[in-house]
């Protein structure tokens, strides 16, 4: 059975950082390009970051470009995304996603989804 557990929300005033982890389990975790969205109260989903399964190719929304990081570590089956700089605007559920095919910002791309975790950035 596929999981996919996000960790790490929480409440942090703007300006500071948090590091998001997903850890995976029930498929080949190297062989997924990985991403991570968000949706904020009233608002679609919305694209953050991808990963391919080889960490060659990432891909950033504009943003959040220069202030999150994504990484991976296949030997851990987890996924990372650190944010730095966070703004109100970042506040929102963040989800963890999996896909068989090649590093995507699309949302209809991902197979599999976690629960979410929540991140709030006061100001």
């Known amino acids: 059975q596929v999981h996919l557990v996000e960790s790490g929300g929480g409440l942090v005033q703007a300006g500071g950082s948090l590091r998001l982890s997903c850890a995976a389990s029930?498929?080949?975790?190297?062989?997924?390009?990985m991403g991570w969205f968000r949706q904020a109260p009233g608002k679609e989903r919305e694209f953050v970051a991808t990963?391919?399964?080889?960490?060659?190719?990432?891909d950033y929304a504009d943003s959040v470009r220069g202030r999150f990081t994504i990484s991976r570590d296949n030997a851990k089956r987890t996924v990372y995304l650190q944010m730095d700089s966070l703004k109100p605007g970042d506040t929102a559920v963040y989800y963890c996603?999996?896909?068989?095919?090649?590093?995507?910002?699309?949302?209809?791309?991902?197979?599999?989804w976690g629960q979410g975790t929540q991140v709030t950035v006061s100001s």
């Open positions: 029930g498929f080949t975790f190297s062989r997924y390009a």
């Open positions: 990963i391919s399964w080889t960490s060659i190719a990432v």
């Open positions: 996603a999996a896909n068989a095919g090649s590093a995507s910002m699309r949302v209809v791309d991902y197979d599999y």
